[in-house]
């Protein structure tokens, strides 16, 4: 994604432009791959100020979340769609994220629980503030979830928060509050090995609640509810 040429960029026809104010693209490479590019400088300043963000800062954190379910691996990595930065000739610099086939389809409750279990404790961990129900894809022949959209994260206690977080609410809901095993193991190593280097790609403040948010998480043994940053 960061050197692949690209053979087409048209504007993204989505209903659901989020944020944006100058709206996104479709890039399309070479390989016949697709990527959905955010512009810096397109966000709403008002919806960002609302959610406490930055205008540019916010887009910078879909390549930190990425990066972060990168380290972590597993379901995790598989949950996050690739983001980088790059340049795209007729549409700017901004942050270019891997396309996710499917659509915000609720059957992912019925036929992808362990996926669903798994975005819940990352909506937790990474401070989620905007996991509204349209806020995923789920491909129902792959039954693969995509948790896309990570601008609106990295949360600090008191930030606003759009509502919990529905795969948070469904695991909570179901007698699923404690962290396994899996999952402890991962907020150690996370710890232990110092957010793996994102100190030095999120705000201070933000790093600091998103390890905070990883120690309670580990201490407790519990997910917090949607909204405790």
């Known amino acids: 994604m960061l050197r692949e ?7 993204n026809s989505t209903p659901n432009p989020g944020a944006s104010l100058s709206g996104t693209f479709v890039v399309v ?5 697709q990527a959905i ?6 966000q709403n300043p008002n919806a960002c100020h609302h959610y406490n963000q930055d205008v540019y800062e916010c887009l910078t954190h879909e390549v930190v979340a990425w990066r972060l379910a990168h380290e972590l691996g597993g379901v ?5 769609p690739t983001a980088v930065l790059r340049q795209i000739e007729g549409a700017g610099p901004g942050v270019l994220l891997n396309w996710r086939d499917g659509s915000a389809d609720h059957d992912v409750f019925l036929h992808a629980q362990a996926q669903v279990h798994a975005a819940a404790f990352w909506d937790a961990l990474i401070g989620q503030q905007d996991r509204h129900s349209g806020n995923f894809r789920y491909d129902s022949a792959t039954r693969r979830l995509a948790a896309i959209d990570s601008a609106f ?15 948070l609410e469904f695991r909570r809901g179901n007698g ?12 150690r190593r996370l710890l232990d090995r110092d957010l793996y280097g994102l ?3 999120l705000a201070p403040d933000r790093a600091a609640a998103l390890e905070e948010r990883a120690r309670r998480m580990l201490n407790t043994g519990l ?4 909204g405790e940053f």
């Open 5 to 11: 040429p690209v053979l087409a960029v048209s504007a």
């Open 29 to 33: 490479f070479e390989s016949r791959r």
């Open 37 to 42: 590019l955010k512009p810096f400088g397109g």
């Open 76 to 80: 995790f990595e598989q949950l996050l």
């Open 153 to 167: 994260a990295f949360a600090r206690p008191g930030d606003f928060f759009n509502g919990p977080s529905l795969f």
């Open 176 to 187: 699923g509050e404690a962290i396994d095993a899996g999952e402890g193991e991962t907020l």
């Open 199 to 201: 100190h030095n790609f």
């Open 223 to 226: 997910l917090p509810a949607s």
